[in-house]
């Protein structure tokens, strides 16, 4: 299976990325650095690529199932794979090998994030439960429960203090970090959350659903600030720009659409797949979006 890594600037591919045996579902670039590329697949391994030269620095072997989810940490010297095998795996970006394997979820672990010291990570698996586990000794420190559907995403803010979750229960739950407590639960959408993340202050949350509506609430009052209706079908992906000033959504109508996040109206819609769009992403600048689509096909918008 063939990965084309495209250069922004020109639109031109640059190289093409092949090894993976099967679908390629997970990719990571290790940011800020930029020169490494994280890829995990249905053929059950992570791998990891020189983002200049298109070469294959390892192969992280070891899951019993497809790899679903994965993240560099923020030093970009750990890998965390997620996998339908219910485990989550850390591996040594410099020598390949296997550093950990979390075990505790029951079921697929569908998400998860570092935090920005890069001395946590957070799992989010359909068992309905998140997880935080220390990084060092690849134990869980907290087993986050009251999620009554699937975990769909999880996520911890900037300054490490919270973390908020997305579910299939049609809810969105923020959780203290240190403590693994609930603070509140966000409700409102009528379908199930698709995804949900932080703006970079920490001040705000979005959250995407199957509804066909985004939402972003304030992360300190915990209030619904605006709605932001527009799409004909499910919204699978959400993110805010680097500045905050504009949310992307991602939808299975295959359009992506720019939100003003103040007044919530909608700025642009980013036309041109023939498919559903299940990906979309700013870039470290801001200043362009990325979006792939079942159409097989990535684009890239200035």
Not at 51 to 64: L, S
Not at 153 to 159: E, G, P
Not at 196 to 204: N, R, T
Not at 268 to 291: A, K, P, R
Request: glycine share 8%; charged share 20%; with cysteine.
């Amino acid at each position: 299976i063939v990965a084309p890594f495209w250069d922004t600037a020109s639109g031109t591919e640059l190289h093409m990325l092949e090894g993976h045996r099967n679908v390629v579902y997970a990719i990571a670039f290790n940011n800020p650095y930029g020169d490494k590329i994280a890829t995990g697949s249905f053929d059950k391994t992570c791998k990891l690529w020189c983002a200049e030269t298109g070469k294959c620095f390892h192969t992280f072997r070891g899951h019993m199932a497809e790899i679903v989810c994965l993240a560099f940490n923020p030093q970009s010297t750990l890998v965390a794979t997620g996998s339908m095998d219910t485990t989550a795996k850390l591996w040594d970006v410099e020598s390949g090998e296997e550093v950990a394997t979390l075990t505790g979820h029951t079921a697929e672990v569908l998400s998860l994030c570092f935090n920005t010291v890069g001395n946590q990570l957070v799992t989010g698996s359909f068992d309905h439960t998140v997880a935080i586990w220390d990084v060092a000794s690849g134990r869980r420190v907290h087993t986050l429960t009251g999620h009554t559907g699937e975990i769909s995403n999880v996520q911890f803010n900037w300054d490490c203090s919270l973390i908020v979750t997305g579910s299939m229960d049609k809810t969105s739950k923020l959780w203290e970090a240190v403590s693994g407590k609930c603070v509140t639960t966000l409700v409102g959408h009528k379908e199930e959350v698709l995804d949900v993340c932080f703006d970079l202050s920490g001040q705000l949350i979005a959250t995407a659903s199957a509804d066909g509506t985004a939402r972003v609430f304030s992360a300190i009052t915990h209030q619904c600030l605006v709605t932001l209706e527009g799409h004909d079908g499910e919204i699978s992906k959400i993110c805010f720009s680097p500045q905050g000033s504009r949310v992307l959504t991602a939808s299975s109508d295959k359009t992506a659409r720019l939100w003003d996040v103040q007044s919530g109206v909608c700025v642009q819609v980013l036309e041109g797949h023939t498919d559903e769009i299940f990906s979309c992403v700013f870039n470290y600048e801001g200043d362009t979006i990325i979006t792939g689509s079942k159409d097989n096909t990535c684009r890239i918008w200035y």
